[in-house]
């Protein structure tokens, strides 16, 4: 994709996400989710008012069973990306992506995908097919015998066909210290946008809650 192009698909996502963000839910909804963050203990940082309103209205649409999208939270470490999906993500399941690398490079491909996507139980709990994988980007490229794969390309793609086969119930909540434009460097064009469509992307800025 050319500047241009980049340009134009960004204003549709824009677009789409501005239609989705918070639809069907009220001023009153969004400020009982942003209480319910604090005093869970995720609390707003002063100058990081518009990034707490963002998350607490996609709260609000879970809460309200209007979500249909995951999360892609990005930015810089000790922003609270990794706080944020332990507490309000709640997949059945939270790996690091690293974690998701040693396996590959222990297991081999099929095995580890196979392993994400695990389908043992008769009965499934609500959250089975929801997933949480925390800090994309920071494992390294997987090698094996010689051959070289990003394996969470990998796992993104198979967790996109989860999200279009049981939308939420399938939802992906992803935490990363890389920008968009840095996954798309790293994971290729399609793995991006792949994200883009089945998460919302919010940017958490603020101050580092490490430096206090
Ligand atoms: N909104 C917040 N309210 C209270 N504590 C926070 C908040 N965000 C981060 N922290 C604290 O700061 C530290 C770093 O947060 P973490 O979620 O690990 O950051 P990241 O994953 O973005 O690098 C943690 O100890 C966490 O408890
Ligand atoms: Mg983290």
Known sequence: MDGIDRLIAGLVEDAE???DAGAGVTDAQI???ARSMAARGFLPARGGEETYRTLA???ATVRAGLATRGL?????PGRGKTLFLG???RAARTVRALQIAELYQEWGRARVLNWLAEDQLDIVPEDYYQLAIDDLGAEP???RFGETTEILADAVDQRYRQWQRRGWAGATFLSTNLSPDQLADRYGARTASRIAE???VINLTGPDWRMR
Do not use: D, N
Request: aromatic share 14%; proline share 0%; glycine share 8%.
């Open 141 to 143: 490229t997987g090698k």
């Open 57 to 59: 209205t996609w709260v």
């Open 17 to 19: 996400r501005a239609k």
């Open 87 to 89: 507490k309000f993500c």
């Open 72 to 76: 892609l939270l990005w930015g810089e």
């Open 31 to 33: 400020e009982a989710a």
């Open 198 to 200: 089945m998460c919302a």
